[in-house]
């Protein structure tokens, strides 16, 4: 979808409206992770007609094959540390660096790593990981 009406902008009105865009994507991604969250939660995959949430995430709502595991990993990590939702609306997280650090975060751990990881990429975090994990 292009709005040829976009070319009529200056730079700064253009570059302000991607930024607005893009803010009103990860607060849409934040809320579909904890829609998700809550529906894991309440099984309801199963009353959708899915045997699991991997089934539902990818059929039921057409995510793709490669994304729905790290989202569901991003949504069970959220919903026990509810900090995510957050940091995943405001940009410091991504959903790809939430699911590599939910294998590693606990009650006691979680507020450290979440704030190491910070606006850090995917690599990034891959590298940090093992210094702050045993």
């Not at 709005?3 to 803010?23: F, M, T, Y």
Request: aromatic residues 4%; charged residues 25%; negative net charge.
């Amino acid at each position: 979808m292009h709005d040829v009406r976009l070319s009529r902008l200056s730079d700064d009105e253009l570059g302000h409206l991607a930024q607005d865009a893009a803010a009103k994507d990860r607060a849409a991604m934040a809320l579909l992770i904890a829609h998700m969250a809550e529906l894991d939660a309440r099984q309801l995959y199963l009353q959708a007609g899915y045997p699991t949430m991997l089934d539902y995430c990818r059929d039921g709502l057409g995510m793709d094959w490669e994304e729905a595991p790290q989202r569901i990993d991003t949504a069970r990590a959220a919903r026990q540390f509810p900090a995510i939702f957050e940091m995943l609306a405001d940009g410091r997280l991504n959903p790809d660096t939430v699911a590599l650090l939910a294998p590693h975060l606990t009650e006691a751990n979680a507020a450290e790593l979440l704030a190491a990881a910070a606006h850090m990429t995917e690599s990034q975090t891959m590298e940090m990981l093992p210094d702050r994990t045993p």
